[in-house]
């Protein structure tokens, strides 16, 4: 729910109105299509593992790459994509 709300104020506030419809589209057609992807590689990987230990991983997993999108965003040069105004 979080993550959602920084990336629509950042796609709101970086792409331009006339595009926004068409990019909204884009944007949520690959957003449903990694979901499809994501939960049948969740199966698929249950299947062979036991469900919680591939819950856990793939929370730790997550959580990793929230921290690496977090230094990224935190970088010098990407403080432009984030001025007001």
């Known amino acids: 729910m979080f993550l959602n709300a920084g ?6 506030n970086n792409v331009p109105t006339e595009l926004m419809g068409r990019v909204t589209s884009i944007f949520q057609l690959l957003q449903s299509l990694f ?21 856990i991983a793939l929370s730790f ?3 990793m790459i929230a921290v690496v999108m ?16």
């Open 7 to 12: 990336i629509m104020t950042f796609y709101q």
């Open 35 to 55: 979901q499809i992807v994501f939960v049948l590689g969740v199966g698929v990987i249950s299947d062979i593992i036991p469900l919680r230990i591939t819950i």
């Open 61 to 63: 997993g997550m959580f």
């Open 70 to 85: 977090v230094a990224f965003i935190f970088l010098p040069g990407k403080r432009v994509y984030f001025r007001e105004g």
